[in-house]
């Protein structure tokens, strides 16, 4: 809703008139803003910075430009900040004085043994880890033991807040700025690291929200510093290597319940707000926020209660915003006390509300109290801040105000969060115009960081592209460079939505260039890749050049890489045999387990003097693992030694030839060896089975003048003597049916062997028989054996008188009795 509808529009101030730095340029409404952002601030505001061994000049209309550092210029650690430097300081990182009368600080009641604790753990040099759920009064310990520990360590106390922060980068970075007078230079991480190693201070870090190894890392990098940090019991734990002590915050007792009450009212409580108190403190478990909020509502409820007869007759002021209620207000039940944000929101001025919804569109971020008047559009709403403090809904962090625990969700349940997207763009816009004037510095934007980033996350893609483009240049000079890049990215998306090519193409440099000064090349060649392309499509010569000298900047850092750190190479046989006298293993061809376990029994042969023939011939270079090494591998070649260790083979003399060729005949003679046997089997197979079937027929004539004999004897008879055999041979199996056998003369018959019969072996002495004793391929076929599988008995029959057929070329030779 715009809340200067109807009103005439304010005339817009020149931006030549200086804005004082405790409240806004005019009275401008929040509607106005984005008018003087799109005017664009008077005069360019150019900081240049020394980033490690860059130049940085940060330019918010062509970009940022990088260039290598000067010989000569800067490089050397900066004097440190003296003690009434630190204290300027310190009092600058605490929220900023309220305006209007200050209100009472509430009293630090029952935590005398845990401050004396820490003071004395401090003066020791431990650090120490403060855990208490939220509202347990940890900031305002913090402050007391602040105050004690003033000049203990030579580096003074140092205050940071941890909230937001993950990892210890930017941590070490505020540390490093709040002790060393360095307002102009961002250090690499080498040098960081060497700089804060010698901090000696006592650092009080409140909010932590990081643990494990980043907490670590912390502790690590500033080894003289003594930290005392305070975190909720959901924070991540540290790890065991830490050595940190545990102190735990708890709930106040009764007593001191009751006595934070009467001093939050300024009054003795009665018998019935007494136990009423105790109810509160057994549903609250004695946290020290819910009895600030109980006295804030107390007072309310004595404001409202007519405490005397005159009041009772007085009509309500002109100027009062709502007339009072005669009746009596009771107590709050024990709900409203234990879940009090609605029912304070309730009795709070309209600008106190309006600053509540504003700080639920922000995730729970209250802008500075200067700002509230153009948001608000109120010129008395930066008193609200000082009202919401009072009643507990506000808590300090850093250098800003946020809504307390639990607050957020309170009023989101009672409404205040319906025009969320309405106010958080409003806020954008706003802040869009207020970041871009050249009157606002960069230190007082990097104070606003965490609501700027939340107006950023909450607005619509072309407030956006606005305030991200404003902010980024007051990010980047007041070197607050985890912010600076949120705020690219979050730009460059939604530049891509919104389909500014221009202004995508600014964050994508920008990001290019903070990749190149934190180290990151692959990120800084991408980011400026994609930033020339978008320029060239634009036809943007000046921002073309200027993207070019970044990315050749990349080349050159990446060259020098290299040049440090040579690629890793195999090291040389010679060098390496030279180094060691261990055994010596070659690769070699392909060989047997057996060749191996031999070529591993015998010594390695003496390397040929250096001039030789057989030195000058070109080899294969071998590996040089060595065995049973007893110091850490230093090179490649030894880590792969160690990995795939090898059979200790000797090396064979080099000779300036290759290996014969013969090597290979070793594998060709068991193949040759395998297909004799083969064909052994065969012949013999055909030889037996020849011979049985040349027993069968009939019309084949008697070797020797023998009688022929069937190959199927009768049970129970002796067998003859087989014309062909000897004497010694077996008899047939009387349980062995007949063969099928065709035409035995025939090449398929003599390859194709018996699988029922055994086959027999042959003759010792094999002699050529005559031709008429070979069968003939001519005479008649045998009959084919009987189904029955009764072996049948068949008589000898008599040779006939007939001449012998002409021997054919399937002729198989006699047994010796035959030609006897």
């Keep these: ?134 509202g347990s009064g940890r900031s305002s310990l913090l402050d007391a033991v602040a105050a004690d520990c003033a000049r203990m360590a030579p580096d003074g106390v140092v205050r940071l807040s941890g909230y937001g922060h993950q990892q210890p980068g930017e941590l070490l970075h505020a540390l490093y700025a709040a002790v060393y ?47 005392l940090l305070a975190a909720t019991p959901d924070t991540r734990a540290p790890s ?148 919401l403090l009072g009643c507990g809904l506000l808590t300090p962090v850093g250098t800003r105000y946020r809504l307390a625990a639990g607050v957020a969700r309170q009023l989101e349940e009672a409404g205040y969060g319906d025009t969320a997207a309405e106010e958080a763009r409003t806020a954008a816009r706003h802040y869009a115009w207020w970041t871009g004037h050249a009157s606002v510095t960069p230190e007082r934007v990097a104070a606003e960081a965490d609501a700027v980033l939340a107006a950023l996350a909450g607005a619509d893609v072309v407030a956006a592209v606005l305030l991200a483009r404003t902010a980024a240049p007051a990010f980047a000079a007041s070197r607050h460079w985890e912010a600076w890049e949120r705020v690219l990215r979050s730009g460059a998306e939604a530049a891509r939505k919104a389909g500014e090519v221009a202004e995508q193409a600014y964050f994508h440099h920008e990001l290019g260039v903070l990749a190149l000064c934190e180290g990151r090349l692959d990120r800084a060649r991408a980011e400026l890749e994609a930033s020339i392309g978008l320029k060239g499509a634009l036809a943007d010569k000046r ?94 070649t030894e880590v792969f030694e160690e990995a ?19 090597r290979t005949q070793p594998r060709r003679k068991p193949v040759l060896l395998a297909a004799a046997g083969a064909l052994t089997v065969v012949a013999l197979g055909t030889v037996m089975a020849l011979a049985m079937g040349g027993s069968d027929d009939p019309q084949s004539p008697a070797g020797g003048g023998g009688p022929a004999v069937s190959s199927t004897p009768t049970p129970g008879a ?23 056998a065709s035409d035995p003369g025939s090449p398929e018959s003599a390859l194709t062997p018996d699988p029922n019969q055994p086959p027999r072996p042959p003759s010792r002495k094999p002699v050529t028989p005559p031709p008429s004793q070979k069968p003939s391929s001519n005479g008649p076929k045998p009959p084919s054996p009987d189904p029955d599988p009764t072996p049948p008995t068949t008589e000898p029959t008599p040779p006939p008188s007939t001449p012998a057929p002409t021997p054919t070329a399937t002729a198989t030779p006699a047994s010796p009795s035959a030609t006897a």
């Design 543 to 636: 921002g073309t050049v200027a993207g070019r000298r970044a990315l050749a900047l990349v080349t050159d850092r990446e060259k020098a890489g290299v040049e440090v750190s040579p690629p890793l190479r195999l090291e040389p046989p010679e060098a390496a045999a030279a180094a060691s006298a261990e055994a010596v293993t070659t690769v070699l061809p392909a060989a047997g387990p057996a060749a191996a376990g031999r070529a591993a029994a015998r010594p390695a042969p003496a390397r040929p003097a250096t001039g030789s023939p057989a030195a000058a011939a070109p080899a294969v270079a071998p590996v040089v693992p060595v065995i049973g090494r007893s110091e850490a591998p230093t090179t490649l």
């Design 240 to 387: 065991d290597d830490s050595h940190l002590e545990e102190v735990f915050l708890g709930g106040l007792g009764r007593a001191e319940c009751v006595e934070l009450l009467e001093a939050g009212t300024g009054r003795v409580l009665t018998e019935e707000e007494t136990a009423w108190a105790g109810d509160l403190r057994f549903a609250s478990e004695g946290l020290p926020l819910r009895f600030v909020q109980a006295a804030a509502l107390l007072r309310q409820r004595d404001e409202r209660n007519l405490s005397s007869a005159g009041d009772e007759d007085e009509e309500p002021g002109v100027f009062e915003e709502r007339p009072r209620e005669a009746a009596v207000i009771p107590l709050p039940t024990l709900a409203e006390g234990a879940a009090p944000a609605e029912l304070l929101a309730s009795r709070v001025s309209e600008s106190a509300r309006a600053a509540l919804r504003i700080a639920c569109a922000l995730g729970g971020e209250l802008p500075h109290h200067a700002h509230l008047p153009a948001l608000v559009g109120d010129t008395h709403a930066d008193a609200a801040v000082a009202e």
């Design 181 to 227: 007078e360095a307002s102009q230079e961002r250090p690499e991480r080498t040098q960081l690291l060497a700089r804060v190693r010698d901090i000696g201070a006592i650092v009080l870090l409140d909010d932590l929200e990081m643990g494990g190894a980043a907490l670590d890392e912390l502790l690590r990098a500033t080894p003289e510093c003594a930290y």
């Design 644 to 662: 795939f260790p090898l059979n200790p083979k000797p090396a064979p003399p080099v000779v300036p030839a290759p290996a014969p060729a013969p």
């Design 1 to 134: 809703m715009d809340r200067t509808q109807g009103q005439p529009e304010p005339v817009e101030q020149p931006a030549t008139a200086p804005v004082p730095a405790t409240a806004p340029a005019p009275p401008a409404t929040a509607s106005a803003a984005p008018a003087g952002a799109a005017a664009g601030p008077a005069v360019a505001r150019v900081v240049t910075l020394t980033a490690g061994d860059f130049t940085l000049t940060v330019n918010p209309v062509d970009g940022s430009e990088i260039e290598p550092r000067r010989p000569g210029t800067g490089g050397s650690a900066p004097a440190k900040r003296t003690a009434a430097d630190r204290a300027a300081r310190d009092s600058a990182a605490r929220p900023p004085v309220l305006p209007g009368p200050a209100a009472p600080a509430p009293p630090l009641l029952a935590r005398e043994e845990e401050r004396e604790r820490l003071v004395r753990l401090l003066g020791r040099g431990r650090s120490v880890r403060l855990t208490g759920p939220a």
């Design 718 to 740: 002796a067998v003859p003597g087989v014309p062909g055999t000897s004497g010694n041979d077996p008899a047939t199996d009387p349980g062995t049916a007949a063969p099928e």
